[in-house]
């Protein structure tokens, strides 16, 4: 794909609607026993797994317009596996649905989702009473679930991630007693958030989460921002390119995704938030960005849960930074659907950068002129749209192999980055 002419990034532009909250919205609306109605819903790869799975669980799920309805109805066990595609999201938060299933059913995914860790969810889920076997010492997909007879638990979670932490959440609504889970880092809050809008009863202080088991959620409409991880692309697009200025709309600003904000601030970036607004108990508002010279810094592991999907495009800008710009304790970047910490700086090298691996990070030394070549998206979608932000910037051709990847999360990237490059 060639990237036409342009001198700057300029525009208004509304991203695609927040994936998380989307495959959130579906199943929470699948247990209510009343209609859900979902305004603006994700329609990308992930979501449509999610969307195919709950369809083999029986539950009526209709499109109208731009809105989804889910109708009422108990789910049921299905006849076929429940295939996750490339979605880690899905399969997770699937789980937790199923342990509180009294029927069997058995999960599976691509080859990327085969190597994702799910260990993670099946012990708190065994000890809820799910009975789970995995391939891999239970540690891999594919995973059997016979759900039902859970009794609520007190977990603290090893590592901060917000598919564990809903899994968990979602199964303790099927549970006997409270669950209270504890985080030491606070990860991504929208199945709180959902859960309280659609009345269930669930407390939240500061990190720790407390649900009464058979919480009845009522019938309601959810309104689904645009998608903080993927306006980041032009955010940064716009940081980098010598005069641009976009304006990007009705984006999420729920303070647990919007790190990647506040690290472009302490780069130097010029970024302004208007009209924050409340919307289904998520912030939203309007961000404005400008071309700025930036500087290396140090972000810090109790950052990355805020920043986790961002990693790789702020590797990106520190490229294009003064100085060392050093991202610490990021390990679990190794487990997603690439290895992120490797695929990136295979790619941003190959593209002239100085970039380094660690066990746990990424080291960058800025600003180096990146050349164009060929380079790999290692079929992850935000290596991928990573990749083309840094082919606006390098000189000389940059090839990109397996583009198609992006549709996991973004479908109609490229015409909306062919929108905004100006001449
Ligand atoms: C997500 C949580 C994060 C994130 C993923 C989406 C979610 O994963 O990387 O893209 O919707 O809960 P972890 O919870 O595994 O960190």
């Given at each position: 794909m060639k990237i036409p002419n342009f001198e700057r990034i300029e525009g208004r532009l509304k991203p695609p609607p927040d994936k998380s909250i989307t495959h959130r919205a579906l199943i929470i609306g699948s247990i209510s026993e009343k209609t859900i109605r979902i305004r603006n819903p994700l329609l990308s790869g992930d979501t449509i797994s999610t969307i195919t799975c709950l369809l083999k669980l029986g539950k009526v799920i209709e499109k109208k317009g731009k809105e989804i309805e889910i109708k009422p109805g108990r789910i049921k066990e299905p006849e076929e596996i429940l295939y996750c595609g490339n979605s880690g999201t899905t399969a997770r938060l699937l789980s937790g649905l199923l342990s509180g299933q009294d029927f069997f059913s058995v999960l599976d995914g691509d080859a990327s989702l085969r190597k994702r860790p799910m260990g993670r969810i099946v012990e708190p889920l065994r000890e809820m009473g799910a009975i789970i076997h995995a391939r891999g010492k239970d540690s891999v997909l594919p995973m059997s679930i016979k759900g039902g007879n859970l009794r609520g638990i007190t977990y603290e979670l090893k590592i901060p991630s917000a598919q564990v932490k809903s899994a968990i959440i979602i199964s303790a609504i099927f549970a006997d007693g409270k669950t209270v889970i504890k985080e030491n880092l606070k990860s991504r809050d929208h199945t709180e958030r959902m859960l309280k809008w659609l009345g269930a009863d669930i407390t939240v202080e500061d990190k720790v989460i407390k649900i009464k088991g058979g919480a009845k959620i009522s019938d309601g409409e959810i309104t689904v921002p645009g998608d903080i991880s993927s306006a980041s692309f032009f955010i940064c697009g716009a940081t980098l390119v010598k005069g641009s200025k976009i304006v990007i709309e009705n984006?999420?600003?729920?303070p647990t995704r919007t790190g990647i904000l506040e690290i472009l601030k302490r780069m130097g970036a010029s970024i302004r938030i208007l009209d924050l607004r409340k919307q289904c108990n998520e912030e939203i508002g309007d961000i404005e960005v400008k071309y700025s010279q930036l500087k290396g810094i140090e972000i810090e592991e109790h950052e990355i849960p805020s920043i986790i999907d961002e990693i790789p495009i702020i590797s990106l800008l520190a490229t294009q930074a003064d100085g060392i710009t050093n991202i610490k304790?990021?390990?679990?970047?190794?487990?997603?659907?690439?290895d992120r910490i490797h695929a990136i700086c295979d790619s941003l090298s190959k593209l002239g950068s100085k970039i380094e691996e660690t066990e746990d990070g990424i080291v960058v030394e800025g600003p180096s002129l990146l050349r164009g070549a060929k380079v790999n998206s290692y079929g992850d979608h935000r290596i991928a749209m990573t990749l083309l932000i840094a082919s606006l910037i390098a000189k000389g051709e940059t090839i990109i192999d397996d583009?198609?990847?992006?549709?996991?999360?973004?479908?109609n990237f490229i015409n909306d980055l062919f929108s905004l490059c100006k001449s």
């Open positions: 984006v999420g600003l729920n304790g990021a390990k679990e970047l190794r487990y997603k659907e690439s583009l198609d990847c992006i549709e996991i999360s973004y479908p």
